[in-house]
């Protein structure tokens, strides 16, 4: 069942102990569609620049996602810059150019109404409520981040109570809660109207509060991890691409976690887009399975391809 | 199978958001000791000062701790004093009096020779191989700290060589390894001769690297944390008592991480040793149960009684 992303598409600019990119395809709505697109047929709305270039999209299309939805509009594409600590755990945003991203206004078409499957990624709160007033979508879910938790908290806070899920960084959870605990804050943004809340931990994996129940994992530890921006928005795309393909039933959400923690793993392995561009349903599910593994309290009969072991 | 555990005993002061202790009962033996005492017989290999005073063993005694191998020394005990930030993450040291355990010298009865089971806590490694050497355990792990590691780095690595297993900070591994990835890190400090390394994440769990196997658990979430301190030497002394309770086979380590976890979030609900003291085996194993549910893959059919319904 097809998902419809709304969000970012941006050019990065990246420093890590790694290595350096510059002007390379990034943003929140790149790295989740792209990601989902493993899993389910995906559309993205989202705006570039006319120095964009068809190019710069070949990553997407080559996955067959619907490009259909990106507006190009007169002026530059959205730019960011940063640079991360030797450990990869400390980011710096060097700059950021809003371009034509700051006066983004989502196009909602005839055929987007009513898909199943929405994820709004992390834009101004007024635009994901119009965007998810006009989509009407079977289920939905959301990302944010601290601008607009300090900047347009009751828009936002309205537009948690129409979403099915939230999907968010730790501290952003904690800021939007006003709440330093994790637990005490995931049940105040639950109480929002919330059926389920995901909690992204970067290194230290995610955290699920739905239905009652917690159920946490580990990030699939990553041996050589090269750059993290987009781990994040690709979590959301593999999260939310399962759910599309299986539907939110039983033990989906459960299911859901292990393929966002899986698409993330893949995301930091190399710049940009690139390890994500080229993938197989098998080396997923290959790692989908181990990391079911990392979590099970019966110990597997042979050694694994545990990365502690290679 | 009795536990023999060999580490620091001390009055500690603590100040976090949720109040102040002034000169309790704190000490890596103190807390490992404690949580042990749940699952096996414990002895205790320690120094306090001739101002302990029989009445600050109280705890420790209710609990069956054999306190016989507890030397009393003229001199003050240990004090340690620290404060913590609001969210309980970042601890800063305000004084360390090491008084009498400046000079500690573990003094091993005959009695403690051929023990089944040894913790070393966090001293001098060259101490910590001296008493491997007497006691000659069935089994044997142990922790250390930044201080030894930048210290006292080849005695630490040849004692690593002896034990069975490594219980130490997520940070201190890195330092340890000489290697900021802890997959990397991970491999090299078993490389060294260990057969299990156990990284302790704090609030985020603890991870688990052995016989080529990774497992990984979230801490247990809980919603009123009071004061960290201690909470790694419990984790500690819940996954030792639970493998000194079962012996070292199968999936038994993977047990031991789940009752590591129980003992930590239980320590980090009160100041000092105050909750680790009237436990139940009924309410460790209800915490063991639910932390258990909180990694499985099936979703419990009932609203369970996870923190974030209550």
Redesign the interface.
Same mark, same amino acid.
């Given at each position: 069942m097809s998902l419809l992303v709304v969000g970012s598409i941006a050019f990065d600019s990246v420093r890590t102990p790694y290595g350096e990119v510059r002007e390379v395809l990034g943003g929140s709505a790149a790295y989740c569609a792209l990601a989902a697109s493993y899993f389910t047929p995906v559309r993205v709305v989202a705006v570039v620049g006319d120095d964009f270039g068809d190019a710069s999209m070949a990553a997407l299309r080559r996955r067959d996602i619907d490009l259909s939805g990106i507006e190009v509009r007169q002026g530059r594409t959205f730019r960011w810059s940063g640079v991360y600590s030797?450990?990869l755990n400390e980011r710096t945003t060097l700059s950021t150019e809003l371009n034509v991203f700051e006066s983004f206004q989502p196009k909602i078409r005839q055929q987007d109404v009513g898909i199943p499957n929405l994820f709004l990624g992390n834009i101004d709160p007024d635009l994901q409520r119009r965007v998810l007033g006009d989509v009407r979508p079977g289920f939905a879910a959301c990302d944010t981040m601290n601008f607009w938790i300090e900047g347009k908290n009751d828009s936002l806070k309205r537009l948690l109570g129409g979403v099915d899920g939230l999907v968010i960084n730790d501290s952003e959870a904690?800021l939007l809660a006003g709440e330093?605990?994790?637990?005490?804050a995931?049940?105040r943004l639950?109480a929002l109207g919330l059926r389920f809340l995901v909690i992204k931990?970067g290194?230290?994996?995610a955290?699920l509060?739905a +239905?009652?129940?917690?159920?946490?994992?580990?990030a699939y530890?990553?041996?050589?991890?090269v750059d993290p921006t987009g781990a994040g928005d690709s979590f959301a795309g593999g999260f939310m691409g399962h759910l599309a393909r299986r539907g939110v039933t +039983? +033990?989906a959400?459960?299911?859901a976690m292990?393929y966002g923690s899986v698409m993330a793993s893949f995301c930091v392995e190399d710049f940009s887009l690139r390890r994500l561009q080229d993938l197989t349903q098998e080396t997923i599910e290959t790692r989908a399975v181990e990391l079911?593994?990392?979590?099970?309290?019966?110990?597997?009969p042979a050694?694994?391809r545990?990365?502690?072991?290679?």
């Open positions: 030797d450990d904690r330093l605990n994790t637990v005490v995931a049940r639950l931990r290194e230290y994996g955290a509060f +239905g009652g129940h917690y159920f946490a994992i580990p530890p990553v041996e050589r991890p +039983g +033990g959400l459960r299911e292990i079911r593994q990392f979590l099970s309290m019966d110990e597997p050694p694994s545990a990365p502690a072991t290679r």
